[in-house]
């Protein structure tokens, strides 16, 4: 049988209150009492109920971390950064997937109004639907910051990149090689982090004077299978691409793969780039040209900010954005 | 201001415990005022709290997933596996890691004794430190299901590969290839995994007549930048290795890595084979031959039991072993 409260202080002759108190280190309490409570619930192995402390001390020593998968090095890397904050400060992290599903996100940030966890960092979904469950967490006051995907529409703290720069980089770069019929792979038409890239780059385009072709820019799937079938139908026109951008990693590695099913060769036949922070991308075949963000120091810098948030109800850190930049690294695939 | 039941209760004229237990869906309530209380809750947007209302019910509708890391292929198959399960049951899955750490795996875990979570599956650290705490959580009954790294003296369900058989196929198809001064890449002494694939290494070399050579078996570490200088050593050595069996995935790509540095060219110099389930193992350069264990399948069988535990209560979901088969998938690493 588990150790209560009521047997503790049966057995100390203390009343129920008191043992209650000392245990939540109570000022009411006298040291002595408190050293005698806390050596005894040790001995005795007592455990507190967590729910029932829970409603007294309004805290939960959990952050979650919300975001669409693991399987993007971006986000491996952005959760080890959180975690290496998170450890400093004695908090478990919980993770949750939404794998690009706005009900899902919903249903999970549903779930933190009853004061599940302390805090959230948030990387949200790229599926079409409204934000209002967004929305609403953030009107319950619990403290909240974007990291990568932010909802624009919030006045939260966020974490960014600058996408516009980064697309206009990435398709500058194809341009400087040669490539004049860029594609620029899409994941999500709601997604802002895209839409930006997007834009960057359809303005790299429209510097140099090349046309913007609504042919090449193409919307993919989270359905590995699905874009698999959509890139390899651009790479089967004979108005093919010599260049593509990957505005996800995914879509930069399926591009390889399209292209080693149809003998195309990269970077003879076409040069690509991706957004990516795979740790392994030099080690790819060829080499893979990136954009790549800081994801771990992005993972760092929205923790900072929300146990800023936590610690000193910190209306500055409520409301600031991060943009933090990220770097091209040329290698193979673009040569 | 939020809802409460208080508030409910006087508006409706009907007693607090009333609409306690209408909320709870009672059955001795009638089911006219269970309508009245739940039309006239979701009008006010009530949200019931959660730790007070898990004080009765002894439910989260959450389960954890306890792992090291989820940069590797194999967590985050697995995770998807799981979640595929955990959705349809209606449940919130929670990752936690532990980044090897036994001290952070036990600090997770003694969170859980407090009822956060229903059930909990675990794929334990490397790291070398008593069990204890796995077995305390297991002593208090909560369903824990193992995937991939159990704690062997636990008789809890556990969905395994054959490592012994993973370990021995590998070195044998080294073998087969010429590969005469093979080097086991270990990850840590403790873990059961780790050692049974070495067992099957040494079986395998045995069985064809080669020396177990102590100095071919190399003990890396969860330090990228350690274990990139340990393999290094090995290949500066004169005597340096024909053939790599990487017992996880980044030691395999970390072989990469040092062969590039030190011009050794992959086959010609140095085989390499390795544990993974990365999907872009065929993109890699070369292409890396894998042992590849059914990750999302594993995790779809874990969650499976783990559920079948929560539902029904089942002993004999509760001690199961699964064994599921691995392949080998030769590429050009090997050739």
Known sequence: MSVTIRKIATDLNLAVSTVSKALRDS?????????????????????????????????????????????????SLA???????????????????THENPDKEESILRDFR????????????????ADSHIHDLCARRIPMVFFDRACESIGAAKVLTDDFEGGYKATTHLIEKGCRRISFLALSETLAIISHRQHGYEEALR??????????????????????????????????????????????TLTY????????????????????????????????????????EMGRAAATLLFSSLERNNQDAQCRTIVMPSVLIERDSTR
């Open 27 to 75: 000022h009411e309490i006298s040291a002595e009492t408190k050293k005698r409570v806390f050596a005894y619930a040790e001995q005795m192995d007592y455990i507190p109920n967590l729910y029932a402390s829970s409603l007294k001390r309004k805290k939960t020593g959990n952050i979650a971390v919300v975001l669409p998968e693991v399987a993007d090095s971006f986000f």
């Open 79 to 97: 959760i080890n950064g959180i975690e290496s904050v998170a450890q400093e400060k004695g908090y478990h992290v919980m993770i949750y997937l």
């Open 114 to 129: 009853s004061g599940r966890v302390d805090g959230v960092l948030i990387s949200v979904s790229g599926g079409a639907g």
């Open 207 to 252: 510097h140099d004077g090349i046309p913007v072709d609504k042919n090449l820019i193409v919307n993919c799937t989270n359905d590995e299978r699905e874009s698999y079938a959509i890139i390899k139908k651009i790479f089967l026109d004979e108005n093919r691409p010599d260049g593509v951008v990957g505005s996800v990693e995914k879509l930069a």
């Open 257 to 296: 793969s399209v292209c080693r099913d149809l003998n195309l060769h990269v970077p003879r036949d076409v040069k690509v780039i991706g957004f990516s922070s795979l740790s392994i991308a030099a080690l790819l075949n060829p080499s893979l040209t990136t954009i790549t963000q800081p994801a771990f």
